[in-house]
Structure formats: structure tokens, C-alpha cells
């Protein structure tokens, strides 16, 4: 079996703004921390980085952005869905013409499509654009679930390379692992089960607690790596009440919030979104504070 494409802690990153508009100094600022800090990929324009939210010349700006700074130290993983297919082709395109190194591409959210209309999606991507591609299925948020037997289907295809599961269900990573020949990367998109999930067949995790703590998320990932479960556990505990403070508002926002107490950026977030309530901001403060995050 080859070597996983895309593996270890990829960062799924937040488009900092400014008075309505991407803070593209901030957004160095924060890319640079996270190359520092050795994690292993970035994910520009996915849910963490608001890119439903953007129009098409944004979301296509900061993926551009990203791969001009990133330079080839990380890797660079685009986020490109949509529910409309001919849109999710277009910015997938676009991602492999500026320089990006894989695709993440989202169900089909609202649109509720069938399975069937699921895995037509995905495979017309597959065939236009000549890139690697990650599923992503989080069910929480799109309101539709990629069954286990879609996956499948999907991993023939020789340009789906691999999924982003968001779901939390361990016995998804056993399923996947045992009925899909040859070689597709099982990444987690859930950092509270991240442990579970590497100890069960996964491989990297996409984190939204990696923008805040990346070093740690790093060396959470590389104990479990290494097959040092006490040590990764360590991690793990000293980690669990920040991945679950950065959701106990509508997401970014806590960990917009959280960066900018780093002095990293701001809080502003693009509408529908809303800052972090005054309330669950001292949570934060304190899981950062037991996260050893200052």
C-alpha cells in the first residue's frame, strides 16, 4: 500500500477580515504560525474559514493567497465545494490552476441530494479537474450523510484520493479501512475524537483547534504517530476542553475570538455569522489557559 497523500494535523484555517474585507496581513501572519508550529497542511475556504460566506472572486483570492505564501512548505488543500456542481467544478479548477495541492469538497449542503446524486457530484469533479480530492462529509451541517458504500464507490475513482469524516463515528474509520481497496486517506474532521479515530485506522486530522493551538495539536498527532498512546492522551486531555469551547458558539466565531485575545487578528466575522457572546468567552479564556495556549 502507497503512503498516505495527506496525513498529520491539516489545519483548517479562518479567513481573518477587516471592515468587510479579507485582512490578507493577518492572514500571513496566521499561515506563518501554523508553518512554524510544523503542522502538516492548511485548508483554506472551508466551513472554518467562512467560504460559504465569501463570493467567488474572495473564496478564490484567499486559496490563491494561500498557495503564493505557503510556497510549497505545506501542503495546501483548497476548499472548493459547493452545491452546485458546475460551481464546485469551476473553483476546483481554479485551485489546481493557481497551485494547490489537493481539493476539499464538501457534500452537497440544502440540496439534500441522494446518494446517487451524491456520488454524480463528486465524480463529475473527479473528471474534470485532474487534482486530488478529499470528501468531506459532515452531516451536522450540510444536513445529508455519505453513506460508508458511496465512499467506496468514490475511492475507485482515481482522483478521489481520500475523506475528511466530520461525523464522530469510530466505526466509519474500521468500515472504510477493511472494505476499500488499495490506498485512501482517512482523515478525521472531529477534533474530540481525533485519538479514537488515528487509533482505529485514521491518519490526519483536519482541526479548527489547531488555529488556536497548533503545537500541541502537533504533538498530540505525532505521539499517536509514534504509537505513544499515554503521551498522545496527555495531549488529548490538556486539549479536550479547547476543541469543545471553540463550538459552543456559531463557529469561527470562538476561535476568531480566541485569536484575536493572541493579538493574531480580530473577531470580525462575515454575516450570517455573529461575534462570540459575551457569555462563552470566559470558557474560552479558560480552556486556552488549560490548553497552555497564552
Given amino acids: 500500500m502507497n503512503a498516505p497523500l495527506f496525513k498529520g494535523v491539516i489545519t483548517a484555517l479562518i479567513t481573518p477580515l477587516r471592515d468587510g ?35 467567488l472572486d474572495e473564496h478564490k483570492h484567499v486559496i490563491e493567497l494561500c498557495v503564493r505564501l505557503a510556497a510549497g512548505r505545506v501542503s495546501v488543500i483548497a476548499g472548493t465545494g459547493s452545491p452546485y456542481t458546475k460551481e464546485a467544478i469551476d473553483l476546483t479548477r481554479h485551485a489546481k490552476t493557481v497551485g494547490a495541492d489537493g481539493a476539499l469538497v464538501v457534500t452537497p449542503y440544502y440540496i439534500r441530494p441522494s446518494q446517487a446524486g451524491m456520488a454524480a457530484h463528486f465524480e463529475a469533479i473527479a473528471d474534470a479537474v485532474q487534482l486530488p480530492i478529499l470528501l468531506y462529509n459532515v452531516p451536522g451541517r450540510t444536513g445529508v450523510d455519505l453513506a460508508n458504500e458511496t465512499v467506496a464507490r468514490l475511492a475507485a475513482h482515481p482522483n478521489i484520493v481520500g475523506i475528511k469524516d466530520a461525523t464522530g463515528d469510530m466505526s466509519r474509520v474500521s468500515w472504510m479501512r477493511t472494505n476499500i481497496d488499495g490506498q485512501f486517506d482517512l482523515i478525521s474532521g472531529d477534533d474530540l475524537s481525533y485519538l479514537g479515530y488515528h487509533a482505529t485506522g485514521g491518519v490526519g486530522l483536519i482541526s479548527v483547534a489547531s488555529n488556536v493551538a497548533p503545537e500541541a495539536m502537533v504533538a498530540l498527532h505525532n505521539a499517536a504517530a509514534a504509537g505513544d498512546y499515554a503521551t498522545a492522551r496527555t495531549w488529548q486531555d490538556r486539549l479536550i476542553g479547547l476543541g469543545k469551547a471553540l463550538f459552543l458558539d456559531n463557529s469561527p466565531a470562538p476561535t476568531k475570538y480566541a485569536l484575536a485575545k493572541l493579538g493574531l487578528c480580530n473577531e470580525e466575522a462575515r454575516l450570517p455569522l455573529s461575534p462570540t457572546s459575551d457569555a462563552v468567552k470566559p470558557i474560552i479564556d479558560r480552556a486556552m489557559a488549560e490548553a497552555g495556549v497564552t
Avoid at 26 to 55: C, N, Y
Fill in 21 to 55: 474585507n479579507v485582512d490578507e496581513a493577518a492572514f500571513a501572519k496566521l499561515l506563518e504560525r501554523q508553518i512554524a508550529a510544523g503542522v502538516h497542511g492548511v485548508v483554506p475556504m472551508g466551513t472554518t474559514g467562512e467560504g460559504a460566506s465569501m463570493d
